[in-house]
């Protein structure tokens, strides 16, 4: 069985600073690992995922996350948020072997002007 | 394209009527999946359709809870007996079958609310 840990349910910061949103896994069997954002009233997308190969993974509007294995985490980055990243960030996982994603509870980012 | 899609987006019920929720996969997407979304419990996995193949029901929280996929495509999940902690957003999920990957596709939700 997995379980993800996302430390922080919400994260305040300002305009055009940097931000981290930490996520912590544990699994007895290799992992996926991935990143998805809901904004108010829609559903789930995509930021980024890690399969394979190179730890640090980009993704879509200026996010990154780097996969690491010895602390189990995959925490993620963005050097200068903006407004309209304001929203939920869940990390979730997925077992080499099964298709279920495993999420955290959600650590909601308030970009304030 | 189009995504998923979910129908209806808002359901409110009398606590013991039983519900049907509706999830359009996108096309050629084999698997497909219901999750839950609650204050209390989070997001958690309900149940994966791949297929033709036995679906996973380890998520389902009780037998008041079934799935079932039409032709590999349109899905119904439904609630009996409806019950006030049933209230949640229901996401529906699809993806390729590819191998070990399969990026899920997330429909905007059904929110039910059980009265």
């Known amino acids: 069985a997995q379980s993800v840990t996302q430390l922080d349910s919400q994260v305040p910061v300002f305009e055009e600073a940097p931000v981290e949103l930490r996520c912590n896994y544990s699994?007895?069997?290799?992992?996926?690992l991935f990143w998805y954002v809901q904004y108010p009233n829609q559903g789930l997308q995509l930021l980024l995922k890690?399969?394979?190969?190179?730890?640090l993974v980009k993704g879509i509007n200026g996010f990154e996350a780097e996969f690491n294995k010895s602390q189990t985490s995959f925490h993620l980055r963005k050097p200068s948020v903006h407004i309209s990243d304001t929203a939920e960030y869940f990390c979730?996982?997925?077992?080499?072997?099964?298709?279920?994603?495993?999420f955290g509870s959600g650590t909601r980012l308030q970009v304030q002007p | 394209g189009a995504g998923v899609s979910q129908s209806p987006s808002n359901k409110v019920t009398e606590k013991g009527k039983d519900v049907e929720l509706r999830c359009d996969p996108i096309?050629?997407?084999?698997?497909l999946y219901w999750y839950r979304q609650s204050l209390g419990q989070g997001l958690e996995f309900l149940i994966y359709?791949?297929?033709?193949?036995?679906?996973?029901k380890s998520g389902l929280p009780s037998d008041r809870f079934s799935a079932e996929r039409t032709g590999g495509s349109v899905s119904t999940l439904t609630i009996q007996r409806t019950q006030q902690e049933d209230s949640a957003v229901y996401l529906c999920?699809?993806?390729?079958?590819?191998?070990?990957?399969?990026?899920?596709?997330f429909g905007p939700g059904t929110r039910l609310t059980v009265t």
């Open positions: 999920a699809s993806s390729l079958a590819l191998a070990g990957e399969g990026e899920q596709y």
């Open positions: 699994s007895s069997v290799s992992v996926y």
């Open positions: 890690y399969l394979s190969g190179s730890t």
């Open positions: 979730a996982v997925r077992d080499t072997g099964r298709r279920a994603l495993t």
């Open positions: 096309s050629g997407h084999t698997a």
């Open positions: 359709f791949q297929g033709n193949s036995a679906p996973d």
